[in-house]
């Protein structure tokens, strides 16, 4: 019997889509997974390599699909489905990707590989996005999230079911009540000089260089006297008022953007105590109400967020809005969410950006 490398070059070697579908006919007491799975491999190496070539890479996700009939496995069958449907979707063939990826969807849901199932339907889900329809890429991405195990994942998936949400018009802020796990927070906004005056020492504390440090510090005083800036704390519900450090603290401030005669309350800097994506969402739900509590003008621009391509989403509130300013988040390794925050400036509302990121920041102390 050939090996499995041995059978793959002789059906490299075919040169043509119908000398190698008699070939792996011919070989079908050899095939095995190990085959099969390396020929998904080379289906993207066509699509990937120095010199791609998307044609061949259609014919050969064709004879895996072939080869994993003839091996009898309705999981490798519903693999070699995506697998040709991934690669229809990278070269923008939407619609036809899309029939595949849903035929490849149900043999794996006849398997048990939950993660490959969450896959292929994510990937669908992206092409159901490409091709304007958001509410068959939310209804995926709702069984997706049922599906996902990996928190870093799911909070991918959420961030992205927010931005088809926002497209098609939904209520972005009931899907987040909806989906994100229930944990007991308090969102307080401190009026004392003594708790603002610890929330800037806090968030003093965790600026990594001496010279951002030296920037906020300079800052500080404005950010207590000027009656713009306001400042908020997320506190773990299940434990008293006031203990130190909360789970997210930080500050934000008015501003009237006389280019486009837009009103902005934007996210000046912020820590988070972990990691928690999805409780990072939590943080900015709450940061709308705050919007809403200042009485911010029903002209003021929606709310922005995201973290990479898939990530993004818009907050339309009847009485406010949330934007961040340049620079408000930066990460770096082992730390929590690193804010740099220049000296106070009149003229700093020229620099306010559309996009809040969501620093993946590790677990900290102030």
């Not at 390599?49 to 490798?76: K, M, N, R």
């Not at 195990?149 to 987040?176: H, I, P």
């Not at 934007?323 to 509302?349: C, I, K, M, Y």
Request: positive net charge; proline residues 5%; glycine residues 8%.
């Amino acid at each position: 019997m050939a090996s499995a490398n041995a059978l793959a070059q002789g059906l490299y070697n075919c040169g043509s889509y119908d000398r190698g579908h008699a070939y792996l006919r011919e070989h079908a007491a050899e095939i095995t997974p190990e085959f099969v799975t390396g020929l998904r491999g080379i289906c993207f190496n066509f699509t990937t390599g120095e010199q791609p070539d998307s044609e061949l890479a259609i014919v050969f996700a064709e004879l895996t699909i072939l080869a994993a009939v003839l091996l009898g496995d309705d999981e490798h069958k519903g693999m070699a489905l995506y697998c040709k449907g991934s690669i229809l979707a990278r070269l923008e063939r939407h619609r036809e990707a899309l029939d595949t990826l849903h035929e490849a969807a149900a043999y794996l849901q006849l398997g048990t590989d939950t993660k490959e199932l969450a896959n292929c339907l994510y990937d669908a889900a992206l092409c159901y996005s490409k091709l304007g329809d958001y509410d068959g890429a939310t209804r995926l991405l709702e069984q997706v999230l049922m599906l996902q195990q990996d928190q870093k994942e799911r909070s991918e998936t959420l961030a992205f079911l927010l931005l088809v949400t926002s497209k098609a018009g939904g209520a972005v802020e009931a899907v987040m009540h909806h989906l994100i796990p229930a944990r007991p927070i308090r969102f307080v906004q401190p009026a004392s000089a003594d708790e603002k005056s610890r929330i800037c020492k806090g968030l003093l504390s965790k600026h990594a260089t001496r010279r951002d440090r030296e920037l906020f510090k300079a800052s500080i005083p404005a950010f207590l006297a000027e009656p713009d800036f306001h400042f908020f704390v997320m506190e773990d519900a299940t434990k008293p008022a006031g203990i130190w450090p909360p789970y997210a603290c930080g500050l934000l401030k008015k501003y009237r953007n006389s280019f486009n005669e837009w009103n902005l309350l934007a996210l000046e800097v912020a820590w988070f105590a972990d990691s928690h994506t999805a409780m990072h969402l939590n943080v900015i739900a709450g940061l709308v109400t705050m919007a809403r509590d200042l009485r911010m003008p029903p002209d003021a621009c929606p709310l922005r967020f995201g973290k990479g391509p898939r990530a993004g989403a818009d907050f339309q509130s009847a009485t406010g809005a949330l934007w961040a300013t340049r620079g408000a988040f930066r990460t770096h390794a082992g730390s929590t969410a690193r804010p740099l925050l220049r000296v106070h400036r009149q003229a700093r509302a020229s620099r306010v950006l559309r996009r809040l990121r969501q620093p993946p920041g590790a677990a900290g102390k102030l």
